[in-house]
């Protein structure tokens, strides 16, 4: 039998020493450590991978928190299914003592861990999803009070118009004017039709 920890983080600017740590207090040196950087949204992930394909009966997983496992409900609740049903392995989360399958093989112990890994999964996945509503709210309203999101709009220089009468008559080539407008080519065609459609509104 084999010990292994997982541990997962989000991105590659974050830091996993903190379950590193709560890993190595439980006996786990860090060459039996399988780490993961990358977001929890599904198990398509490298190292998760291939430490299921290490597990052998009898085996044990330990993570720090069920999030570190996973953020999406079904996909835990089915994972945990592969790990102790499938490869006869057991899971242990330091910081949730009941979700460990280690503890309690009869039936009454086996549905305690169950239940209580159902109820996790599921708050762990409905706080996600409020605070996504909550995020599409907060735009919303802010986009109605008139506030814009992304890359500020490149303001015109003054004399753009004078410039673009003078391009239009072929007395100004057009990277003179992409130079004198600070404008990249994309840019200028696009605030050019923007340009247009404004002027001939005021002449409507």
């Known amino acids: 039998m084999a010990t292994f920890g997982y541990a997962r983080i989000s991105g ?5 020493e903190r379950q590193m740590i709560a890993l190595n207090e439980q006996g786990i040196p860090s060459e039996f450590v399988f780490v993961d950087k990358q977001s929890g949204k599904d198990f398509d ?3 998760y991978k291939a430490l299921l394909e290490s597990l052998k009966p009898g085996d044990v997983i330990v993570t720090s928190s069920i ?3 996973g953020r999406h409900y079904g996909e835990i609740l089915e994972n945990w299914r592969i790990i102790t049903k499938e490869k006869q392995a057991d899971i242990v989360v330091i910081d ?3 979700l460990d399958t280690r503890q309690g093989k009869d039936l009454l112990g086996t549905l305690i861990a169950d239940l209580v890994l159902a109820l996790l999964s599921f708050c762990s996945h409905n706080e996600r999803e409020n605070i996504r509503q909550r995020q599409a709210e ?3 309203a802010a986009k109605a009070r008139g506030v814009r999101f992304g890359r500020p709009i490149k303001q015109l ?3 753009f118009g004078a410039l673009l009468k003078l ?3 072929g007395n100004l080539p057009l990277p003179a004017l992409l130079e004198q407008t600070d404008l990249k080519i994309a840019t200028f065609y696009n605030r ?4 247009r459609s404004a002027r001939k509104r005021k002449q409507q």
Request: no cysteine; proline share 11%.
């Open 96 to 98: 949730m003592p009941l």
């Open 12 to 16: 590659v600017d974050q830091n996993e």
């Open 192 to 195: 050019l039709r923007e340009f």
């Open 167 to 169: 391009w239009e008559r």
């Open 45 to 47: 992930r490298p190292a």
């Open 157 to 159: 220089p003054e004399n």
């Open 67 to 69: 999030d570190r496992l």
């Open 138 to 140: 907060g735009i919303a």
